[in-house]
């Protein structure tokens, strides 16, 4: 059973950090690329940033310099350190992979973000 666990969530004030961890089981973790997505209310859910299998990243033009994708393959975690946070910032953040069976997504982890 394909499970991703999102934890790390919570409330900061403008310009702190904060650090999502998305656990991942039931799958090969290692072969596949991981994403973090996120929805803000009312707005669509955005791709935030993406690792592939050997480490090669993408991030939003919105979040670069500022968020940074890593994994632990020996932990099955995808991480996500957000530094230099913006009340825009504030949404459910969601893990994400794309298997042959399907598309997952984790439960999301709420951050909230106050000027």
């Known amino acids: 059973q394909v499970r991703l666990v999102e934890s790390g969530g919570g409330a900061v004030q403008a310009g702190g950090s904060l650090r999502l961890s998305c656990a991942a089981s039931?799958?090969?973790?290692?072969?596949?690329?991981m994403g973090w997505y996120r929805q803000a209310p009312g707005k669509q859910r955005e791709l935030v940033a993406t690792i592939t299998s050997d480490g090669s990243t993408t991030h939003a033009e919105f979040v670069k310099g500022r968020f940074t994708i890593s994994r632990d393959n020996a932990k099955n975690t995808v991480y996500l350190q957000m530094n230099s946070l913006k009340p825009e910032d504030t949404a459910v953040y969601y893990c994400?992979?794309?298997?042959?069976?399907?598309?997952?997504w984790g439960q999301g982890t709420q951050v909230t973000v106050s000027s």
């Open positions: 039931g799958f090969v973790f290692s072969a596949k690329t």
């Open positions: 994400r992979v794309l298997l042959v069976l399907g598309l997952y």
